[in-house]
């Protein structure tokens, strides 16, 4: 799998998850979310990737750990939402194993951020 943000200048952070490896650039298999995440869009965006039966044992293929795939896109989530200096980021390959996942290959690139303005100023 691929779990990744960038950062919009018009809509903040974005969340994608999708088919990973070199498969990414092949199948072009994404789904995308505007931060912050809560349980229901991480598991939406796993759920309507056309990859999704990959990961629940397709053709006798082992089970993946669905859940820890879950829990690393919410954990990515609100880490880009507290460090707002994350302009990207990519965890590719994120293998998601029978219990648990890892991520084997990790790219981050870091910005200057503008300071938001107080709330009612304008």
Do not use: W
């Amino acid at each position: 799998m691929i779990v990744g943000v960038v950062h919009d200048p018009q809509f903040g952070p974005i969340v994608a998850c999708g088919a990973g490896g070199t498969q990414v650039e092949l199948l072009r298999d994404v789904s995308i979310r505007l931060t912050p995440l809560g349980q229901e869009d991480a598991a939406e965006m796993i759920h309507e990737l056309k990859t999704y039966p990959l990961l629940t044992g397709f053709r006798g293929a082992p089970v993946c750990d669905v859940a820890a795939l879950q829990e690393g896109l919410l954990r990515l989530s609100a880490m880009v939402e507290d460090l707002p200096q994350i302009a990207e980021l990519d965890f590719n390959p994120f293998v998601v194993h029978e219990r648990g996942a890892s991520i084997l290959d990790a790219r981050i690139r870091v910005s200057a951020v503008e300071p938001r303005p107080l709330p009612g100023v304008r």
